[in-house]
Every structure is written in structure tokens, then in C-alpha cells.
């Protein structure tokens, strides 16, 4: 009986550079993110000190009126 050739072809294919740049792109996206809510406020306005109390003295003016 004659021995079977079997052939395997294996298919070679390219790593998918694509995702590397869906997270690269993802990062960049929450670092700018994150910068620009840094930098309107808002991290201070939701972890800064909730002080709301305002002295005012009203019998101390802060302007002095002389009246001659």
C-alpha cells in the first residue's frame, strides 16, 4: 500500500498592527481628556475643601468716607 502525502499549508498572517494603534489612540484620548478637565477645574471643584461660609463684618466698611 503507497504511503499518503499529506501537505499542511499554513497561512502566515500579519500581527494586526491596527489594535497597537486602537490603544495607542485610546491612551492619547484620556490623557487629553484628563488634561483638559484638569485644567478647567474640575478636579478642584469635586475633591477641593466644600468651605461655602462667607465672613462678611458689615460694621466694619471696607471703604472710608471723608466728608468735609
Known sequence: ????IIEEHVVHTD???GGA???????L???VLL???????VFGRMFGPRHTDIDVNINKPGIVLQLR
Open 15 to 17: 500581527g494586526g498592527s
Open 35 to 41: 488634561a483638559v478637565l484638569y485644567f478647567t477645574g
Open 29 to 31: 484620548f484620556i490623557l
Open 21 to 27: 494603534f486602537s490603544a495607542l489612540a485610546a491612551v
Open 1 to 4: 500500500m503507497a504511503d499518503r
